[in-house]
């Protein structure tokens, strides 16, 4: 795995080239716009330096370029490798996974009748609890990890270890140039 | 077949002459690409090898394998003309294994000599039927065999298969060959012949991949090897006994599987020998038979990755512990009688003792191998064996195993066991992580009224900013944090790196940006939601950094322009 600080180089150069670009293009936004024009491009640069190897990067960047107003800015960010990383691979992915899904979706439907008297479970079996307890948390997570619903159970913990990871730095740089700022502005 | 030839490779690697392999093999090294150096240097390393070890007439047989055995090797990591410089090898090969046996009396160093002597001419003439096409090659070679000498009448037998008849047809040789790989003399030879079967232009390209892989794969998977050999060998052979009808010779086709790792030493006993050699030519009745008692589950990979050694079984390296070695011999055999074993063992139900498998084992002789494209389990003692129990226990060890890195990654995982705690905890982690980005960046947005990021505001500032000033900007959450009593060491310069111990950073660089930076790396904004910094000791490190940076950094370099700043400062960023 990359040093922690060349994947923070590498996210702090994108984020910043991405906020150059949102100033220049927009100016005078309210707070709001500002922060959420932030939030996406960190967001963005962070899931750009994965460079497309994983799947939350991916689903990220699919997810920020379809709105239209922000795809101009991922495309900025991105820069060359836009068309690369969005095209290509996410709607691959998103295709398999749509298939995946709907298949998935078919066969609960047939089940369905089943289990919707067992949602609680009402045997005292630890084990059934457990396994139903297990399957609430990992529905939470895949709520929670971009693209996680589209990932079998193995996937999805290594998407989330990797995705920790890179939340991590990009709390930290953020943290860092947040707090850089306030010093300037308060001295 | 080629099992066959890996096999006696194995065995002559094993039972003699390691030193006088290494040579060989180092001869091989020393090819060029040129045929005419590479059938000499053979003939030499050959005639080398006879003259160390004090062999009988068998050893010119062993050492010309383990020549042979070397130079793919030697000649695939070295050359240029892979294809051509095997395919000469094996065809020397072939050709000295029907010298060898057919004459008796002839030593090699005869049959060596006139190409030492002679090299342009007689190698020539060896070699120049090697360069066309292969089918060509042996069946000249085969002729010029024959013109020496007499056949045993067998040669009718393989009429497709010139090439292969001289040897093979030769009972003295299937004596020998059995003697080296464990194969009985009679009733194997029909399986033998049987499984040479190939045509002689599969048979090089055969030989090549599987020797290849051997060698890969015997060199990567050293560690696994060792700790599959010394994890499995206890167990598996105690559970071996009570199995089969043959459950003498499966103790023993056990104990030899295992041996093939490299620290046990039983390899070349020839009672051993025998009693796997009584399995092999059984062939797929018995395969059959000990599959449907116990067999394996196998997970296969599409076919076509069958040949590719070198890819890594990093991730079954945790499979690895359970791996049934043999299986992944079976993996390079597409010959005729792969794919019947295969079906079985695939239909199978895997079991504790891997005699299925020993059945295919040639891999008796050969190490135990994580394979490269199955993801082979075994089940453990007392555990369902039907194959969808195996599949979910794999499922569920690779998730474990993940989880084990989360819980490294996530604070306060340690104490916790259990799947559902442990993903609630990750869970927790990551919503408060994504909160923190959220916040932080709503306040960038307040900070930066203007979003632009003035770093050369940010730079001025520090310069002004007094070192005292930044312990009261300092505001420990965590009381781990050890910022303040590193203090400031203004003139230190690299030194500091040695004090960090997450970040690896190795370079101090002048940027200005980068100065600004790592002097507000010491402050800590609050937690969110009671989650501390994952890193604190990281910003005490950078700020003392920071301190040197400044002092060094500003005084040097003047401010430069935004544009100049963000680009010759990003580049060399370091956090």
Known sequence: ?187 | MEKDKVFMAEGLNRAAAQPTWNSCSFGMEMQTNELNCATEQVGSCFFNCNLDNSMDQSDPFESALSSMVSSPAASNAGSTLPGSGDNIMIRELIGRLGNICNSGDISPQSFIKPNNNNNSANTSCYITPLNSPPKLNLSMMDSRIRGNFNLPGLGNQLPNHPSLAPFSADPGFAERAARFSCFSSSRNFGALNGQLGLTGAEFPQRLLPTMDSVKFSRVSNNQSIKVTGSQVNVPDSNENLPQDGNSGSDKKNSRLSRSSSPENAEFGDSKEESSVSQQIPVGDSSIKRQNDANARKRKSIPRGKAKETPSPAAADAKVAAEIDESTAKRSKQDGAAGNAKEKTEQNGNAKAANDGNQKQSKENAKPPEPPKDYIHVRARRGQATDSHSLAERVRREKISERMKFLQDLVPGCNKVTGKAVMLDEIINYVQSLQRQVEFLSMKLATVNPRMDINMEALLSKDMFQSRGSLPHALYSVDSSEPGFPFGYQPQQGLPLNSRISNNTETQFSMNPLNAALRKTQGLQLPPIDGFTDANPKVASFWEDDLQSIVQMGFGQNQPQSYQGSIAAGLVKIEL
């Not at chain 1, 693209?147 to 999805?156: A, D």
Request: one cysteine or more.
């Open chain 1, 1 to 187: 795995m990359r040093p922690p600080s060349l994947l923070k180089q590498e996210f702090l150069k994108k984020w910043i080239m991405g906020l150059q670009r949102c100033s220049s293009t927009k100016k005078n936004m309210n707070i709001l716009e500002r922060k959420k024009a932030i939030k996406l491009s960190a967001d963005v640069a962070m899931a750009s330096s994965r460079n497309g190897t994983t799947c939350w990067s991916r689903a990220l960047i699919a997810n920020a370029s379809k709105d239209g107003n922000d795809k101009h800015l991922v495309e900025q960010i991105l820069g060359p490798e836009s068309e690369r990383l969005i095209v290509k691979k996410v709607s691959i992915g998103a295709l398999v996974c749509n298939k995946r899904i709907r298949s998935k979706k078919i066969l609960k439907r047939s089940c369905g009748i089943r289990r919707t008297r067992k949602c609680v479970p009402q045997v005292a079996l630890a084990s059934s609890i457990a396994k139903w307890l297990v399957r609430k948390r990992t529905q939470v997570l895949k709520s929670l990890i971009p693209g996680g619903e589209f990932m079998n159970e193995v996937c999805l913990i290594k998407e989330t270890l990797d995705y920790i990871i890179s939340l991590r730095a990009q709390v930290d740089v953020m943290r860092s140039l947040a707090s850089a700022s306030e010093q300037v502005n308060h001295s």
